[in-house]
């Protein structure tokens, strides 16, 4: 079974910065993107950012240039700074692994953690 526990989350100023960690555990053979969404009151779940085993990343329009994602695929862990946050920002994120496989054969299946309330409010 994996499982996706996320960190970092909580209540920050609107300028201020603040880093999310992601920790995928279980039996894990690989792991092809691993990534960041969010989702606000009333709004549909969109992306944050993802970044692939090789390295490939992608942002979401709203964070581009002010948000950084990295990986360590030794560990299987994911970590997104973001930095010059706004009140926009406001949502629950969720840390996603796409296409985990927990071996060679394995079929591919995608997780997501519980998610972690980020809150931009002075």
């Known amino acids: 079974q994996v499982q996706l526990v996320e960190s970092g989350g909580g209540l920050v100023q609107p300028g201020g910065s603040l880093r999310l960690s992601c920790a995928a555990s279980?039996?894990?053979?690989?792991?092809?993107?691993m990534g960041w969404y969010r989702q606000a009151p009333g709004k549909q779940r969109e992306l944050v950012a993802t970044?692939?085993?090789?390295?490939?990343?992608k942002y979401g329009a709203s964070v581009k240039g002010r948000s950084t994602i990295s990986r360590d695929n030794a560990k299987n862990t994911v970590s997104l700074q973001m930095d010059s946050l706004k009140p926009g920002d406001t949502a629950v994120y969720y840390c996603n692994a796409d296409r985990v496989r927990v071996a060679l054969w394995d079929t591919a299946h995608d997780y997501w953690g519980q998610g972690t309330q980020v809150t931009v409010s002075s």
């Open positions: 970044i692939t085993s090789g390295g490939s990343t």
């Open positions: 279980g039996s894990i053979f690989s792991i092809n993107a």
